[in-house]
């Protein structure tokens, strides 16, 4: 189970943090993100970490203004969003890896989705 919490409006340069609720999943060492879809867009996925080794990737589009993190005690994933620009409106989601090495292939599980509006 993926519950994603924190998104909203903000003015451009704005910041948010997102926040995804993950249920057993840091057990092991699987690969979480955020992926994103604006409205009439694919899907695109931006940022994901490894939950026990904490090696991260991120998107050029991205890269520099967010910033993926973990607090494994809480089995939560954070994504703070700063500098935000009005392309990076859209709904966000929490995606978990359904196999060893697919987070990026989009072959996750996915979360409810929270709406990031920039203006």
């Known amino acids: 189970q993926l519950v994603e919490s924190g998104g909203g409006s903000v003015q451009a340069g704005g910041s948010l943090r997102l926040s995804c609720a993950t249920s057993?999943?840091?057990?092991?060492?699987?690969?979480l993100g955020w992926i994103r879809q604006a409205s009439g867009a694919e899907r695109v996925g931006i940022v994901s970490?490894?939950?026990?080794?904490?090696?991260?990737k991120y998107a050029d589009s991205v890269k520099g203004r967010f910033t993926i993190s973990q607090d494994r005690a809480k089995n939560t994933i954070f994504l703070q969003m700063n500098d935000l620009k009005p392309e990076d409106t859209a709904i966000y989601y929490c995606?978990?890896?359904?196999?060893?090495?697919?987070?990026?292939?989009?072959?996750?599980?996915w979360g409810q989705g929270t709406q990031v509006t920039v203006s």
């Open positions: 970490i490894y939950t026990h080794s904490n090696i991260t």
């Open positions: 057993n999943v840091m057990v092991s060492d699987y690969c």
């Open positions: 995606a978990l890896e359904k196999e060893p090495g697919s987070w990026w292939d989009d072959d996750n599980y």
